[in-house]
C-alpha cells in the first residue's frame, strides 16, 4: 500500500519549517552579525567555517545514534522531535544577542550560540532525511516524496529569501536589531509546530535492519561507497556556488545596485528574491517533472548544470554593462533559480539511491550514515561561502551603510572584487562539480533496476512500484 496524501503533506510540512530556520541562519548570520552589529565580517566568515569544521566530527556520530536508536516512536522521529526543540531555542538566541555585550564578547557569543544551533540542527536534520528509505518503497514512490519535500524545503527557503528584509524592516520599527529578533522568534514557533505535525503524521513502516557501525567502520563503509561520494562532492560545489551568490546579494543591492537607483534597495531587493523564489518553487513542483517525463534523472541534471553556468555568464556580462536595470537583472536570475531547483531535488534522489547501492556493494543499508554526511556537506558549502563572502566584504571595502562608504565603493575597482565573487567563483564550483559527475556517477535508471533486482529478489521494478 502506498503512502497516504495527509503522510506526504505532513512530511512535506516539515521540510518547510526546517529549511525557513536553515536560511534564516545560512543567509542572513553573516549580515546580522556583520552589518547591523558591526562585528568584524572575517570574524563572522571565521566562526562559520569552524563551525562546520567541527561538524566533520558532530554528523557522522549523529547518525551512528540515530542507528542504534531504539524507542517505541522510531529511531528517526525521536531524535527529530528532540532536535527541532532544541535548535527552535538556539535560533532565538542566535538573532538576539544582548545589546550589553560588544567586541570580544559578542564573537564568542555569536561562535557559542552558532555551534549550538548547528549541534542541533543535526540531531533533527540527519534523522529526517534518513527517514525516506525507512517508509517508502524504492523507486518511484522514493523519488516522488524525495522531490515533494524538497520542493516543500524549497518553499521554506524561499519564503525567508524573499521575506527577511521587508519583515525584519516592519517587525522592528525601522530597528534591524529588534527585527531579526522578532524574525527569530516567529520562525522558530512555526517549524517546531510545523515538525509536531509531521511526527504525528508520518509513522516509520520499513523493517529493513539498519546495522550500527562504529565511527571508523563508518567511514570506510563511506569510501566505499564511491557513488555517495561522488554525490557528496557534487553537493558541496554546488551548494557552495548558490550560497556565495545568497550571501552577497543583499551587500550587491545595498551598496551597489543603489547607487545608481534611485528606488529603494529593500524593494528592489524583495522583487529579485520573489522572483526567484517562485522560479525556484516553480522549477521544482512543474519544470523538475516535466523534464523527467522527457528525460532521464542524468540528463535533466547536466541540462541543469548548463543552464547555472550560462545564467552566471550573462548575469556577469549585465553587471559590467548596467548594474541597477533590474528588468535585465532578472533575467539571468530566473535562470539560475530555476536551474538550482531541479539540481537541489536531483541531488536527494541521486543521495537515496546510493543508500540501495551501497547494500548491493558493501551488503549493509547505512541510511542514517549516507544522510549526515548531507547534512555535514550543505552545511560545510554554507561555511566555506561565508568565509568567501567575509573576504569578499573585506577586501570591496563593504562596511556599515554610510553614504561616504558607499560613494567611495562605488568609484573604485573594488566594486568588481563584489561582482566577480558572485558570478565568476560559482561558474569555475559548477563546471569542476559536472566534470566531475560525469566521470564518476553511475546509478542510471536502468542501472538502479538492476540494483533493486538484486537486493530485492522477486520484487517489483523503479516503475511498477510507482504504479
Known sequence: MGLSKKEKAAYSLGAVGKDMVYM????????????????????????????????????????????KTKTKYGRFRTWIFIGTLLNAVFLILLFAA?????????????????????????MMDIPFWSMIPAFTREGKERESVSSLARSFAGVGSALI????????????????????????????????????IMCKCVKEKSNVDIETPSVSEMLKSLVKNDQAMTVVIAIVLINCSLYITSNLVIYFFKYDFSINSSASWTSMYTIFNSVGGATQILSMLVLYPLLRKAFSAIKVFYISFGAAIAGYGVLFAILLIDSSNMVLLLVP??????????????????????????????????ESVIFSMQTFVVK??????????????????????????????????????????????????????????????????????????????????????GE
Open 380 to 465: 560545510l558549502a554554507s561555511g566555506v561561502a561565508a568565509m568567501a563572502a567575509s573576504i569578499t566584504l573585506s577586501l570591496a571595502n563593504l562596511a556599515e551603510d554610510s553614504s561616504e562608504t558607499v560613494t567611495t565603493v562605488a568609484s573604485s575597482d573594488e566594486l568588481m572584487i563584489l561582482r566577480g565573487t558572485m558570478t565568476i567563483i560559482p561558474i569555475v564550483g559548477m563546471i569542476i562539480a559536472v566534470i566531475i559527475f560525469a566521470k564518476k556517477y553511475i546509478l542510471t535508471d536502468e542501472k538502479m533496476k538492476e540494483i533493486a533486482s538484486v537486493i530485492r529478489p522477486g520484487g517489483k521494478s523503479q516503475k511498477e512500484a
Open 24 to 67: 534564516l541562519s545560512a543567509s542572513y548570520m553573516l549580515y546580522y552579525y556583520q552589518d547591523v552589529l558591526g562585528v568584524s565580517a572575517i570574524a563572522v566568515g571565521v566562526i562559520l567555517l569552524v563551525a562546520r569544521i567541527f561538524d566533520a566530527f558532530n554528523d557522522p556520530i549523529m547518525g551512528v545514534i540515530v542507528a
Open 98 to 122: 544582548p545589546p550589553a555585550l560588544d567586541g570580544p564578547g559578542l564573537v564568542a557569543y555569536a561562535a557559542v550560540m552558532y555551534i549550538m544551533w548547528g549541534i542541533t540542527y543535526t
Open 161 to 196: 529569501t524573499v521575506l527577511t528584509v521587508k519583515l525584519v524592516e516592519l517587525l522592528g520599527g525601522g530597528e534591524e536589531r529588534k527585527g531579526f529578533a522578532f524574525l527569530a522568534i516567529i520562525v522558530a514557533i512555526l517549524f517546531f509546530v510545523f515538525i509536531f
Open 333 to 366: 536570475g530566473v535562470i539560475i533559480f530555476a536551474a538550482f531547483g531541479c539540481l537541489t531535488v536531483l541531488t536527494t534522489v541521486f543521495l537515496a539511491n546510493t543508500v540501495d547501492y551501497g547494500e548491493w556493494k558493501n551488503h549493509h543499508r547505512d
